[in-house]
């Protein structure tokens, strides 16, 4: 598989969060408004790329040659939670500025579902660390895209007078998320010759 079609895969034919259901809490939580959403995105793109190429070392450098590949969850959170606990140190004496916008960001990446499904995806297909980083690359970046659109519909339609007030707020946002992935339903069948 070319690395550049497993990157445009993952961030189209196999998003993240429209076609893996993966990473809903944030997507419906923090997209309420577009600045917040775009911050979300960057953080998830920075701790998704450094934590598949974390937990694949882990994987594949100590757990199969100990023959432990059971513990592959219980180490795989760990490695996570680990991480962002760095990141958000590292940036609090780093980048003080960075570290207060994103505050609120950082805690949530580390109960993020798409980070620890990443992670599992990778060592399911068997990538090796090159193809880790291009798929989580590319799902980070499906991520920041479908947060994005997502809060751009919701800042549009959320003064909306034509749209019932039990429909208003989360279940209309609930009913975006599902025309979203009918619409993202459409990628399935793109072919790119020469890519595949």
């Known amino acids: 598989m070319s690395l550049l079609w497993l990157f445009i895969s993952s961030i189209f034919i196999n998003n993240i969060i429209l076609s893996r259901f993966l990473g809903c809490c944030p997507f419906l939580g923090v997209s309420t408004k577009s600045g917040t959403a775009k911050g979300m995105g960057v953080a998830v793109i920075f701790v998704l790329v450094m934590a598949s190429v974390m937990t694949w070392l882990a ?3 100590v757990l199969v040659p100990l023959h432990l590949e ?3 969850t219980l180490s795989f959170i760990l490695i996570i939670a680990a991480l962002v606990q760095f990141v958000e140190l590292a940036l609090k004496k780093i980048n003080p ?3 207060k916008s994103l505050g609120i960001f950082l805690p949530l990446i580390t109960t993020n579902c798409a980070v620890l499904g990443v992670a599992v995806i990778n060592m399911n297909e068997g990538y090796d660390l090159i193809q880790s980083i291009v798929n989580a690359l ?3 970046t499906g991520f920041l895209l479908a947060i994005v659109l997502m809060a751009g519909i919701r800042e549009r339609i959320q003064d909306n007078e034509d749209i019932p007030k039990c429909l208003r ?4 946002a609930l009913v975006t998320a599902g ?4 619409a993202f339903m459409g990628f399935s069948g ?3 010759p020469g890519l595949e």
Do not use: Q
């Open 59 to 61: 994987y594949n450098l």
């Open 70 to 72: 059971y513990l592959y």
């Open 97 to 99: 500025a960075l570290y």
């Open 138 to 140: 590319g799902s980070s």
């Open 169 to 172: 707020g989360l279940p209309i």
């Open 179 to 182: 025309l979203m992935s009918i």
């Open 190 to 192: 793109m072919k790119f």
